[in-house]
């Protein structure tokens, strides 16, 4: 089966900079990958996604990278801001009708301002 | 976009117990609704898959007789956590797919 890992567990940096997440996954059937922010006792919010068929996207301040030879992912966050503060979780599927997101285990990303 | 609702949004209940915990999707129809449990300060670990009119797909290491899935309309999904202990204190999320997975807002649940 699918398994996602994440780095870092846990990031700070300063308001203004940037972020780096980074996941890889293993099965290369998997074709989708979104990234979800979760604050305390809420349900994961998705902030980005990204297909297997394309090798960037991006969103305002936040992009996502795919590098499917290596199988890997990241997210980029510029000119984070302290409301960028909360846990963020990639997942992997192959997004086929009755397949769930395999989670990584989450990067706790802390702006001090 | 879609919405999914989960009820109770906490509950305490007393070792022993059972508790049921409703999953619906309000505005689309699910074929599939998935559920997961999270832990504090970690990730979403599928417990099971749940197929309307099916048995529900459960993960290596989950006791589906402790918890039953029942997925009996293409709109509601029900977990029941069985003879509840304290370690099952968890956070239990679902998401019910169309053409993305939408989450449902958790439900907190306390085993005293």
């Known amino acids: 089966g699918e398994n996602v890992e994440q780095h870092p567990s846990t990031l700070s940096v300063q308001e203004g900079d940037s972020a780096v997440i980074k996941c890889t996954y293993s099965d290369s059937a998997s074709n989708y990958f979104p990234w979800y922010k979760q604050e305390l006792g809420k349900r994961p919010q998705l902030i980005i996604d990204i297909r297997s068929n394309v090798g960037e996207k991006k969103d305002q301040r936040i992009a996502v990278t795919l590098n499917k030879t290596a199988k890997h992912f990241s997210l980029h966050i510029t000119e984070t801001q302290p409301e960028d503060s909360a846990v963020y979780f990639c997942?992997?599927?192959?997004?086929?009708?009755?397949?769930?997101?395999?989670f990584g285990k989450g990067t706790t990303l802390s702006v001090s301002s | 976009g879609a919405v999914v609702s989960q009820h109770p949004s906490w509950v305490i209940c007393k070792s022993g117990t059972s508790v049921k915990i409703e999953c619906r999707s309000l505005?689309?129809?699910?074929?599939?609704m998935f559920w997961y449990r999270q832990f504090p300060k970690q990730s979403l670990m599928l417990m099971a898959t749940s197929n309307e009119g099916s048995k529900a797909t459960y993960e290596q290491g989950v006791e589906k007789d402790k918890f039953l899935i029942n997925h009996a309309s293409l709109t509601l999904s029900t977990l029941t956590v069985t003879s509840a202990h304290p370690e099952d204190s968890s956070f239990y999320i679902c998401?019910?797919?169309?053409?993305?997975?939408?989450f449902g807002p958790g439900t907190r649940l306390t085993v005293t």
């Open positions: 997942a992997a599927t192959t997004n086929q009708a009755g397949t769930a997101l395999i």
């Open positions: 505005d689309f129809q699910a074929t599939t």
């Open positions: 998401s019910a797919s169309s053409h993305e997975q939408y």
